[in-house]
């Protein structure tokens, strides 16, 4: 009874790579139920062909909907990660807009463009000659 309403959890690090089989029939299973690139009809396929699993209407609409829920959840981390590049990038391009303005006013030295643009002095040697060329 002490035990009772406690939770316990048990973390399973599945396979990325939709090739790489683990040799476990367990962790097949799952890499093939949670697989994000897949769809639930491929998935369906599997299950019954290789672990002989009879679905019936109930199963392949829990099947769906779960396929749904990781697909929008894929889709959103996918969102947030391009977002995340496209900020990076603009970053990127406003630095390398600055330093260009700087180097054209020909009145600061490269100490004085790095430390305006916070980049280091590789960084704005690499700049100044992609705009010599």
Do not use: H, V, W
């Not at 476990?24 to 290789?50: G, P, Q, V």
């Not at 672990?51 to 697909?71: N, R």
Request: charged fraction near 35%; hydrophobic fraction near 35%.
């Amino acid at each position: 009874k002490k035990d009772y309403d406690l939770m316990e959890g048990i973390l399973i690090c599945l396979s990325q790579d939709e090739e790489e089989a683990s040799g476990s029939d367990l962790l097949d299973f799952l890499n093939t139920t949670f697989r994000k690139t897949m769809s639930a009809k491929e998935k369906r396929k599997i299950l019954e062909e290789k672990y002989s699993i009879p679905f019936d209407q109930e199963l392949e609409e829990e099947m769906e909907t779960m396929d749904g829920a990781f697909s929008s959840a894929y889709k959103s981390s996918l969102e947030r990660k391009g977002m995340k590049r496209g900020k990076m990038q603009g970053i990127e391009q406003e630095k390398r807009e600055t330093i260009q303005a700087l180097f054209q006013m020909n009145r600061f030295s490269l100490q004085e463009i790095a430390t305006i643009a916070r980049c280091p002095i590789e960084k704005i040697l690499e700049i100044q000659e992609e705009l010599e060329q």
